[in-house]
C-alpha cells in the first residue's frame, strides 16, 4: 500500500511539474524614458529621468508576482539611444512594453494619464490599442487619474516594435496635483502597485 502511495505521490509530483514548466510567465519590458544628459521634463528640483528609475525601482522591489517577468531598459543613469532601446526589444521579444514618462505643458490646468500607441497598421496594433485602454482604466478605478485616452503616434520605439507597445505618460509635471503624485515617494509607489495590479490581469 505504502509502495502505491508513494508511486501515486510521484505520478501527481511530475505531473504537476510538467505542467508548471508549460506554464507560460508573462514578460514584460518597461522601458524607463530619458537617462544621462538627457533628463526630459523638469519640476523644481524633480527630473523626468529620475521620476521613472524611481518608478521602476518601486516596481522590481514590490513585484512578488513569479508569473511576471520584468524587464529593464537601462538600470541606471545613463543615455540610451531610441535605436538601442527597439534592439533591446527586439532581441527580449517581450509580451509587453510600456515607456514610462511624464508629461509638461504650459497650460498648467491640463492634467492626467494618456497613452500612445503606433500609428502604424501592423498585426499587434489591435493588442496594442487593448493593453492601452486597460492600463488607463486601471490608473482611473486604483489612483482616480483623469484619462486622456489612447492616441497614434509616430513614435520610433512604437513604430519599430513587433510586440504590444505601449507609451505612457503618466502625468503633467506642469499640473500641481500630478506634481504631487509624479514627485513624491507615496506617488510612485501608488503607480508602480497599480502597474503590477494592471499586468497581473494581462
Ligand atoms: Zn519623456
Known amino acids: 500500500m505504502k509502495k502505491i502511495i508513494l508511486s501515486l505521490l510521484l505520478v501527481s509530483t511530475l505531473g504537476i511539474m510538467s505542467f508548471e514548466s ?3 510567465k508573462t514578460r514584460v519590458l518597461i522601458d524607463l524614458g530619458h537617462g544621462g544628459e538627457d533628463f526630459g521634463g523638469k519640476i523644481n528640483d524633480h527630473l523626468e529621468k529620475d521620476i521613472v528609475a524611481k518608478i521602476g525601482t518601486k516596481i522590481e522591489q514590490l513585484n ?3 508569473e511576471i517577468e520584468i524587464h529593464f531598459t537601462r538600470t541606471e543613469d ?3 539611444s531610441l535605436t538601442s532601446r527597439v534592439e533591446l526589444i527586439k532581441n527580449l521579444h517581450p509580451d509587453l512594453v510600456i515607456s514610462l514618462h511624464t508629461n509638461a505643458n504650459q497650460d498648467t490646468t491640463k492634467s492626467g494619464i ?11 496594433s489591435e493588442k496594442s490599442l487593448q493593453l492601452a485602454q486597460n492600463l488607463l482604466t486601471e490608473f ?3 489612483m482616480s487619474l483623469r484619462s486622456l485616452g489612447v492616441h497614434k503616434a509616430p513614435f520610433l520605439i512604437l513604430n519599430k516594435s513587433e510586440v504590444p507597445t505601449m507609451l505612457v505618460e503618466l502625468g503633467y509635471l506642469s499640473n500641481k496635483n500630478d506634481a504631487t503624485y509624479l514627485t513624491s515617494e507615496e506617488g510612485q509607489e501608488m503607480i508602480a502597485k497599480t502597474l503590477l495590479n494592471y499586468l497581473s490581469k494581462i
Open 22 to 24: 508549460y506554464t507560460k
Open 64 to 66: 512578488t508576482n513569479s
Open 78 to 80: 545613463k543615455q540610451l
Open 114 to 124: 494618456e497613452c500612445f500607441i503606433s500609428k502604424n497598421e501592423n498585426h499587434v
Open 140 to 142: 482611473e478605478n486604483k
